[in-house]
């Protein structure tokens, strides 16, 4: 089978294609690289032992997009490409419906026209809001609080609308939690843009020196210890999801939505001692304002995953750390 990867390069997406080229797929990557390093793909192939087809294209280039799917022929799509920082978001709310919807809708279009018509997308669990109880089914109801998680919903949207029209589509959409850790190489791992979004990224970059200290946003929540509490994953459990749901396309017709977490959920000032003890160095943290928009407590109910999917997360609070840490003290300044 050869699978089409948008956003290939990024951090899931480099762990998938990993993942896929093991399982003997064909793949072949599309990317902008606006949020992520070539260098990345090099790893990627120093890893899996291969050579990958690239192509440097944004889902906003229609007409190249178009060219891709003539040459190549493929059979499924798993589609990652989009901007993914919920702050970003609230500043630049246009830039990310233009590029995270018109791209989709670039890339559907560009499906139907060759007949392509199986995809695996990636969602997120910022589509649920603030949910009334935890842990979160999929079946709860959807009303994301940020333009981010609105691009995510709408899209979401968009695909169940498209298998209501036409039931020739196979659709998976998958609700990520919070994805942490990287390859245990240490060879790739997240690589953010700037100031990172995201706890492990921050704590990482703390634990090697580069950043001072860790602002911890609220410990007023009615969790354990007042921090917020998160339900993370590993992000080679999740591209391994993936490929579940890759597997799951090829028997299947519909449009169906899995969550890919632990079903536990750690707080803010546990991961940072995980890290802690992981890492041996100690992490400063300053205990700061909530965040607008922030919720006390979000973690999956993975169950649906495991029964469908026969999928389920593998490794543990402590694994993410090791790995993270190996990532982040192997390359300090990231790819560069």
């Known amino acids: 089978m050869k699978i089409l990867v948008t956003g290939g390069v990024g951090y899931i997406g480099s762990h998938t294609v990993i993942q896929l080229v093991k399982a003997n797929y064909q793949v072949v990557i599309v990317d902008n690289l606006s949020n992520s390093k070539i260098e990345s793909l090099k790893r990627v192939e120093k890893i899996t032992n291969s050579e990958l087809k690239f192509y440097k294209v944004d889902l906003l280039d229609r007409e190249n997009l178009n060219k891709i799917f003539l040459s190549e022929k493929f059979d499924a799509v798993i589609h990652f490409a989009g901007l993914k920082a919920v702050g970003e978001s609230v500043q630049i709310p246009l830039h990310y419906y233009n590029n995270n919807i018109i791209g989709t809708l670039n890339l559907l279009n560009v499906m139907k026209e060759n007949n392509v018509r199986n995809i695996v997308f990636?969602?997120?669990?910022?589509?649920?809001?603030?949910?009334?109880?935890?842990?979160?089914?999929?079946?709860?109801?959807?009303?994301?609080?940020n333009p981010y998680g609105r691009t995510k919903l709408m899209i979401e949207d968009i695909f169940r609308d498209l298998y209501k029209s036409d039931n020739s589509w196979n659709i998976i959409i998958l609700r990520y939690f919070n994805p942490v850790g990287a390859h245990e190489s240490g060879l790739i791992g997240?690589?953010?843009?700037?100031?990172?979004?995201?706890?492990?990224?921050?704590?990482?970059?703390?634990?090697?020196?580069?950043?001072?200290?860790?602002?911890?946003?609220?410990?007023?929540?009615?969790?354990i210890d007042g921090t917020g509490v998160r339900d993370y994953i590993h992000v080679v459990d999740l591209?391994?999801?993936?490929?579940?749901?890759?597997?799951?396309?090829?028997?299947?017709?519909?449009?169906?939505?899995?969550?890919?977490?632990?079903?536990?959920?750690?707080?803010?000032?546990?991961?940072?001692?995980?890290?802690e003890k992981t890492s041996n160095r100690r992490i400063a943290y300053k205990i700061v304002p909530r965040r607008a928009g922030d919720i006390a407590e979000c973690f999956a109910n993975p169950k649906l995953a495991k029964s469908e999917l026969n999928w389920e997360a593998k490794f543990?609070?402590?694994?993410?750390?090791?790995?993270?840490?190996?990532?982040?003290?192997?390359?300090?300044?990231?790819?560069?």
């Open 122 to 145: 990636s969602s997120s669990a910022t589509v649920y809001g603030d949910p009334h109880k935890v842990p979160i089914e999929e079946n709860f109801p959807l009303s994301a609080t």
């Open 190 to 223: 997240e690589d953010p843009n700037g100031i990172p979004n995201n706890l492990m990224p921050f704590i990482s970059q703390v634990a090697v020196g580069k950043r001072k200290e860790l602002s911890v946003f609220g410990n007023d929540y009615p969790t």
């Open 239 to 275: 591209a391994a999801g993936h490929l579940s749901a890759l597997e799951k396309l090829s028997s299947f017709q519909g449009c169906v939505e899995y969550n890919l977490g632990t079903g536990k959920g750690y707080s803010v000032l546990e991961v940072i001692k995980a890290f």
């Open 316 to 336: 543990g609070i402590n694994k993410m750390c090791e790995d993270a840490w190996r990532w982040q003290s192997k390359n300090p300044n990231g790819y560069k």
